[in-house]
């Protein structure tokens, strides 16, 4: 009989140093030299290797007890961020989103501007009617990619101030996550999503080292760079017969989920998941969950690598599950709790429960 996800204790304050890190590298979607050497460098004190495809998805590989199939786990890197496009006359730069940006959400906040010579400035998002005291239209401005930009924080009146630090067209912007971790568990910062799943993966991988557990089968645990643009998976290795990814699931009306709660995804805006294999994600669940803290979504203005890899007639069964997160694609809140159960719903798939 496979091992119960109680034994070997879940450690609620590894999870909570190891998401708090995670979110501080640097990974706004298509930029990964940080996140790829700091997750090597995780990965290597775990004892594990680190390989990479083509497409910049990072992998870690672990035989299982059998060999019949290969399963995967995936927990996306990349965070929405901005792309330079230009400049307007003061030398503010115009950007657009990668990902499902909020500009509302990011007004006012900190960034980082990631040069393509490998140098990085500072800025701060700004509506460019930013002040109360100099537009009376500063308070009802839309805010839109067109009504918003990027101003550095240096001595920049001109496009040429901002071309003399290195700063080009095709820049990636990454926001900045500002952290906080809260005595009662939870958690306030940006990039929760997908940084979470990426910090529950990489426990799964420390409990199997320290327990000496083998996954049921040959599992494959992937770490796509372009989840947000939509194509993360969209190529997986063709021995991958099942690929479930974990990310974020959601809080609100149509969600009987709150910030202690993991979630099995049904359906999204790609469509239904794989029949059988939900089935068995939520088996998991309910073998390996506190009860009251998982429950099942369908999730209509959101997706997964998981039916990316689907629909991108990759020849695999497609699942989803995850934290349920407040105020996604924002400053988001969750609760470690909610990290707990999705690692113990993670730890049940890999060793085959549920089926």
């Known amino acids: 009989m496979p091992v119960t996800t109680t ?30 050497a700091w997750l090597r460098e995780t990965l290597a004190e775990l004892g594990y290797e680190m390989t990479m495809d083509n497409k910049a998805t990072a992998y870690v590989r672990v035989s299982g007890k059998s060999d019949e199939k290969c399963v995967c786990l995936g927990a996306h890197l990349d965070t929405i961020g901005l792309v330079v496009r230009g400049f307007n006359d ?20 900190t960034c980082l501007v990631h040069c393509r010579d490998g140098r990085t400035v500072a800025g701060q998002v700004i509506c460019n009617h930013h002040s109360v005291h100099v537009w009376g239209e500063a308070k009802t401005d839309p805010r839109t990619e067109d009504t918003m930009s990027v101003s550095l924080i240096a001595d920049v009146k001109c496009p040429a101030d901002a071309r ?30 997908d940084k979470a799943a ?59 989920a ?33 009860e009251g803290r998982w429950g099942t979504q369908v999730c209509f203005h959101y997706s ?7 629909v991108h007639t990759n020849d695999l069964r497609s699942g989803a599950f995850g934290m349920a997160c407040l105020n996604t694609h924002g400053r988001e809140r969750c609760h470690v709790d909610a990290l707990v159960e999705t690692e113990r719903l993670a730890r049940a798939y890999v060793m085959g429960e549920g089926r």
């Open 7 to 36: 034994e070997h204790q879940i450690d609620p304050q590894y999870l909570l140093d190891t998401l708090h890190e995670c979110v501080e590298v640097e990974s706004p979607v298509g930029y990964y030299p940080e996140i790829h």
């Open 90 to 109: 003061d030398g503010t730069l115009r950007v657009r989103q990668l990902g499902g940006i909020n500009y509302a959400s990011i007004e006012g906040e």
């Open 164 to 193: 003399a630090l290195g700063v080009t067209e095709g820049a990636i912007v990454g926001i900045d996550p500002h952290f906080e971790a809260f005595d009662n568990g939870y958690m306030v910062s940006r990039h929760i999503d």
């Open 198 to 256: 990426v910090t529950v993966l990489l426990d799964v991988l420390r409990w199997l080292r320290d327990s000496g557990e083998q996954p049921a089968y040959d599992t494959l645990f992937a770490f796509p760079i372009y989840e947000e643009i939509g194509h993360g998976a969209s190529w997986v290795p063709a021995e991958v017969s099942e690929y479930v990814a974990v990310d974020i699931t959601l809080i609100g009306p149509d969600y009987t």
């Open 258 to 290: 709150d910030e202690h709660s993991t979630a099995v995804i049904c359906s999204d805006a790609k469509g239904p998941y794989d029949w059988e294999l939900t089935n068995t994600l939520i088996a998991c669940a309910e073998s390996a969950c506190t």
């Open 304 to 310: 997964t690598d998981a039916n990316a890899a689907y």
